[in-house]
């Protein structure tokens, strides 16, 4: 099956700084790509997502890059702030249906 | 938006008894509803996919005889943890996606906390 591994497990950053996660992902007909934000004890809130045929897309902070070749895609989170603070966790769809599997997560921490 | 509710929030149950967990679409039909396990502090694991009107798909190491899913109607799919032990407690949530749409988003309920003792 496909296997998606998330680096990297913590993250630190100043409020206002950038955050970088990047995931890898196995299967090269994982077409879809979601990132999901989870606050503790709720649920995952889809975030941004992107499909195979785009290189990258945007939402006003948020950003999500593809790199089909060499199968890792990136979330990068701009002028970051407190309530950015959450688990995150990339995943990529298996077997190209639409099943996910999901990365382990990182645990992104915003300093006031 | 899409609202998935999962029916109930938390249960607490003895070993040996059997639990029946709800996954509704509220506002729209779902013919494949997913359901993952949480781990404290671990990612989502991808137990099984739904089919209304069919048997659900489990994936590889899952029970099929311990974790029963039955998807009756387009908007509700039961998972029911039977003889539950101990380290089946976890944190069980459903997904689905709208059959109208033409996105590949998953809609995510709420979760049920299981604690079995």
């Known amino acids: 099956g496909e296997n998606v591994e998330q680096h990297p497990s913590t993250l630190s950053v100043q409020e206002g700084d950038s955050a970088v996660i990047k995931c890898t992902y196995s299967?090269?007909?994982?077409?879809?790509f979601p990132w999901y934000k989870q606050e503790l004890g709720k649920r995952p809130q889809l975030i941004i997502d992107i499909r195979s045929n785009v290189g990258e897309k945007k939402d006003q902070r948020i950003a999500v890059t593809l790199n089909k070749t060499a199968k890792h895609f990136s979330l990068h989170i701009t002028e970051t702030q407190p309530e950015d603070s959450a688990v995150y966790f990339c995943a990529a769809s298996f077997y190209g249906n639409n099943r996910l599997a999901f990365g382990k997560g990182n645990q992104v921490v915003v300093i006031p | 938006g899409a609202v998935v509710s999962q029916h109930p929030s938390w249960v607490i149950c003895k070993s040996g008894t059997s639990v029946k967990i709800e996954c509704r679409s509220l506002?729209?039909?779902?013919?494949?509803m997913f359901w993952y396990r949480q781990f404290p502090k671990q990612s989502l694991m991808l137990m099984a996919t739904?089919?209304?009107?069919?048997?659900?798909?489990?994936e590889q190491g899952v029970e099929k005889d311990k974790f029963l899913i039955n998807h009756a109607s387009l908007t509700l799919s039961t998972l029911t943890v039977t003889s539950a032990h101990p380290e089946d407690s976890s944190f069980y949530i459903c997904?689905?996606?709208?059959?109208?749409?033409?996105?590949?988003?998953?809609?995510f309920g709420p979760g049920t906390r299981l604690t079995v003792l």
């Open positions: 506002d729209f039909q779902a013919t494949t």
């Open positions: 299967d090269s007909a994982s077409n879809y």
């Open positions: 997904s689905a996606r709208d059959i109208d749409s033409n996105t590949e988003e998953q809609f």
């Open positions: 739904s089919n209304e009107g069919s048997k659900a798909t489990y």
